[in-house]
């Protein structure tokens, strides 16, 4: 059963974009258990995908990364990544406001100088009295019920997302891990990141519950 849409605002309208073609923009506020930001998808029309399981990417609010091409991260090359890939092929960009990994910009700033005395990304967050990733996937998932699309493949490399998503519902039918995007700024953030994925990952790669395209 989708969510109950009566009570939240949503607006849609098409957005022509420079480089990746005319996606259907929805914005979403009041999502059951959210908060007062206003998160949005830009849905892309299928070309080559399966309709019957449209691939998602599920990408979190990075200003340094997204707007101004910081080298800290990936953030802004895999939403490049990603908006590429679905202009081609279809499918949907769901845009979580959530900077930071769940802690905001002036949090996120103050673990970037912990960063620069030697810590990596997660061991600065919880210095600071954060968890290592406060983000929450369950509004991607109200969103997709909202857009009737209970069945995805997932483009990430994060396999926390494909758990807080299958905990809230949504058949993840396979995860597509995105390129590896390394400078000589990030290297140590990416391999934080992988070291952590392949910690929450190992008892459902054991099990076998999520299928992946390598």
């Excluded at 995908?49 to 080298?71: N, Y």
């Excluded at 990603?82 to 802690?103: C, K, T, V, W």
């Excluded at 992988?194 to 992946?212: F, I, L, M, N």
């Amino acid at each position: 059963m989708g969510a109950d849409v009566k009570k939240m605002d949503i607006t849609r309208t098409v957005l022509p974009l420079e480089h990746y073609g005319s996606p259907e923009i929805v914005s979403f506020r009041g999502l059951p258990g959210g908060d007062d930001k206003d998160h949005f998808a830009l849905i892309f029309t299928s070309r080559h995908g399966d309709p019957k399981d449209p691939l998602v990417r599920i990408h979190s609010e990075c200003v340094t990364g997204d707007v101004l091409g910081s080298l800290r991260c990936d953030c802004g090359k895999q939403l490049a990544e990603a908006l590429s890939r679905l202009s081609l092929e279809g499918g949907i960009l769901i845009y979580l406001r959530q900077e930071g990994r769940g802690i905001g910009l002036d949090e996120k700033l103050r673990a970037y100088k912990l960063q620069d005395s030697g810590f990596d990304t997660y061991e600065a967050n919880v210095r600071l009295g954060h968890q290592e990733d406060a983000r929450s996937y369950g509004l991607a998932a109200e969103i997709l019920r909202v857009l009737e699309v209970p069945r995805i493949r997932l483009l990430t490399r994060n396999p926390d997302k494909v758990r807080q998503l299958r905990n809230a519902g949504i058949d993840v039918a396979l995860q597509v891990k995105t390129g590896l995007h390394v400078n000589p700024r990030n290297e140590k953030y990416l391999q934080a990141k992988e070291r952590r994925a392949a910690r929450v990952a190992g008892s459902d790669v054991k099990r076998g519950t999520v299928k992946r395209e390598e």
